[in-house]
């Protein structure tokens, strides 16, 4: 009986010891430089979040059909601009 009741309480014992220890150690102490660099990011991220949603109610573009014809394809030829070069020099 007793070597019964002995070998349970060492099989017990095994089993709880990594459960105890392993908490212990679950995460390493983050510096405060990095606490404050994740709050930076989690600000950021909410702040975009918050001006789509602010865009969404009101969007700055209306439509697409008034959109600027930037393409150069398109654009009309005129006279061409010659480069005189550099001025000749002025003697005194």
Do not use: W
């Not at 060492?10 to 150690?25: E, I, W, Y």
């Not at 975009?48 to 009309?76: F, G, I, L, Y």
């Amino acid at each position: 009986m007793n070597t019964r009741f002995l070998a349970g309480v060492m099989g017990a014992s095994v089993l709880v010891t990594p459960l105890t220890f392993g908490q212990a150690k679950k995460h390493p102490t983050m510096s405060p430089d990095m606490r404050e660099a994740i709050a930076f990011e989690r600000h950021k991220e909410q702040a975009a979040a918050a001006q789509a949603r602010k865009e969404a109610r009101h969007p700055s573009v209306v439509s697409s059909d008034h959109t600027a014809n930037r393409s150069a394809e398109e654009s009309e030829p005129g006279r061409p601009v010659k480069d005189p070069g550099p001025a000749p020099r002025k003697v005194r």
